[in-house]
């Protein structure tokens, strides 16, 4: 699976950014979906999941919830993270990664995912 997140840039605190992630892959509605991201000097941590299918089962980070939300489009092999009311503590590189096994209780580990993107670095402004 080839992964291309774009979206990211330089926002200041309070403003909202749209990630996207698009997938070249025959059968995108079979891939568990999520985003993580790594700040400098910081371990990878997990964002948001969304599960295959029709993406009834969604997983968000305590960080980010109620700010961020994950949603994909299956006729466009895509998934969106919308995030909103962005701190500074919100600056990174996001990730988004694909997983065809991953189960609902590993959504939000890392080892559950197979291919990965490039990342796309959101920078927030105080």
């Known amino acids: 699976v080839q992964l291309q997140a774009s979206g990211g840039g330089l926002v200041q605190a309070g403003d909202s950014l749209r990630l996207s992630c698009a997938a070249s892959?025959?059968?995108?509605?079979?891939?568990?979906m999520g985003w993580f991201r790594q700040a400098p000097g910081k371990e990878r941590e997990f964002v948001a999941a969304?599960?295959?299918?029709?993406?009834?089962?969604?997983r968000v980070a305590d960080t980010v919830k109620g700010r961020f939300a994950i949603s994909r489009d299956n006729s466009k092999n895509t998934i969106i993270l919308q995030m909103n009311s962005l701190k500074p503590e919100d600056t990174a590189v996001y990730y988004c990664?694909?997983?065809?096994?991953?189960?609902?209780?590993?959504?939000?580990?890392?080892?559950?995912?197979?291919?990965w993107g490039q990342g796309t670095q959101v920078t927030v402004s105080s």
């Open positions: 892959v025959a059968r995108f509605r079979d891939y568990t």
């Open positions: 969304i599960s295959r299918g029709g993406g009834t089962s969604i």
């Open positions: 990664a694909a997983g065809r096994t991953v189960i609902v209780s590993s959504m939000a580990s890392d080892q559950a995912y197979t291919d």
